[in-house]
């Protein structure tokens, strides 16, 4: 019987593991919980794909600049406060809430994709 409990309360538990992420002098911090039942999480790939969909969909893009790599300043001449509505744009699209502290970090998609793949609660 103490097995049995045992397993059922295992099978629930999370078990926090936080990474730091540092990409061009940013650096962001995530937890992401493990579980012992099915694996759950969003695949890297698909993160991916959907950050760039939002990406490609903001008004003020060219979608054809749009690159897993791309800068949101840099290389598609978006100001800060783009910047912030694309941000807000992947916390809809993803159903999280990042941070300000956080938000403010995500200046380009392979930091986006990073902090969402990431995160726990991302679906």
Do not use: W
């Not at 540092?22 to 698909?46: F, P």
């Not at 992947?90 to 999280?96: A, M, N, S």
């Amino acid at each position: 019987m103490a097995s049995a409990l045992r397993s059922t309360i295992l099978r629930h538990i999370r078990v926090p593991i936080s990474h730091s992420l540092s990409l061009n002098g940013s650096r962001l911090t995530a937890v992401r919980s493990m579980s012992s039942h099915g694996d759950d999480h969003l695949d890297k790939q698909e993160v991916v794909d959907r950050v760039l969909d939002v990406v490609k969909s903001f008004p003020k893009v060219d979608p054809s600049k749009v690159t897993p790599d791309v800068h949101f300043q840099k290389d598609l001449g978006l100001d800060s406060l783009d910047t912030v509505e694309i941000v807000m744009a992947l916390e809809e699209e993803f159903k999280l809430e990042i941070p300000d502290k956080e938000a403010d970090k995500i200046d380009s998609c392979p930091l986006a994709v990073e902090y969402i793949y990431n995160h726990p609660m991302a679906s």
